[in-house]
C-alpha cells in the first residue's frame, strides 16, 4: 500500500485555523519555563502555533491562548517581547522568500 507523505498540520491558537506547520509560526516554552519564538520550529519544549500574521498572534495573546497551550502565565512584558520576536520571525521570513 502506498503512503502518502502529508505535511505535518498544526492549529493556529489565534484563528483556530489548521494549516501546514511550515506556515505557522512556533512559539515554545523551554525547559527553563522561558516562552520565546521559535523560527525554526526545533526547539525543545511545549510548542504552541499561530498563523505568520501578527493578527492571529495578538488574537491569540488576548484569549491568552498561550497560557493555555504552553500551561505558563504569560505577563504583558512577555507578550510585548513574543510580539516584536514574531515581527523580527516574519520579516526573516519574508526576505528570504521574497529575496528583497
Ligand atoms: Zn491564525
Do not use: I
Request: charged letters at 35%; aromatic letters at 4%.
Amino acid at each position: 500500500m502506498k503512503r502518502v507523505r502529508k505535511a505535518p498540520v498544526r492549529t493556529c491558537v489565534g484563528c483556530g485555523r489548521s494549516d501546514d506547520k511550515r506556515d505557522l509560526v512556533r512559539v515554545v516554552r523551554t525547559a527553563e519555563g522561558h516562552v520565546t519564538v521559535d523560527p525554526t520550529g526545533k526547539s525543545p519544549g511545549r510548542g504552541a502555533y499561530v498563523c505568520a500574521d501578527q493578527a492571529c498572534f495578538e488574537a491569540a495573546a488576548r484569549k491568552r491562548r498561550f497560557d493555555s497551550a504552553l500551561r505558563v502565565r504569560l505577563m504583558d512584558d512577555d507578550t510585548d517581547r513574543l510580539a516584536r520576536e514574531l515581527a523580527h520571525a516574519l520579516t526573516a521570513s519574508d526576505s528570504s522568500r521574497q529575496g528583497r
